[in-house]
């Protein structure tokens, strides 16, 4: 499974990005969709998660309130709506994919999921 993320792009403080994430197949009935960002000298870090199976929703606590996470099934598309943007959200966002359902605890790690995007760069000036 192959994943293209878009939608990154240069956005001031307070704006709002919508990014993408396609999978290129539907191998999977019921996977569990992430975002992770890694911004400049960090490590990638969790954003969120969707479980498909439930359509339950986990956030990070310092997007809460800002970012939303959707899917269309028709479309076979996963959306990351990010609004209220600030400079410390400035990183690479990678959507990624896992056919499985992993415990609550674990969907948090980056070792939960297989399938990962190229990343697309999101900057917030200040």
């Known amino acids: 499974v192959q994943l293209q993320a878009s939608g990154g792009g240069l956005v001031q403080t307070g704006g709002s990005l919508r990014l993408s994430c396609s999978p290129s197949?539907?191998?999977?009935?019921?996977?569990?969709m992430a975002w992770f960002r890694q911004a400049p000298g960090k490590e990638r870090e969790f954003v969120v998660a969707l479980r498909f199976a439930s359509n339950t929703k986990y956030y990070t606590d310092s997007v809460k309130g800002r970012f939303t996470i959707s899917r269309d099934s028709a479309e076979n598309t996963l959306y990351l709506q990010m609004n209220s943007l600030k400079p410390e959200d400035t990183a690479v966002y990678y959507c990624?994919?896992?056919?499985?359902?992993?415990?609550?605890?674990?969907?948090?790690?980056?070792?939960?999921?297989?399938?990962w995007g190229q990343g697309t760069l999101v900057t917030v000036s200040s």
């Open positions: 990624a994919l896992t056919g499985r359902t992993p415990i609550v605890s674990w969907l948090y790690s980056s070792d939960a999921y297989e399938y």
């Open positions: 197949s539907r191998t999977f009935n019921t996977p569990t």
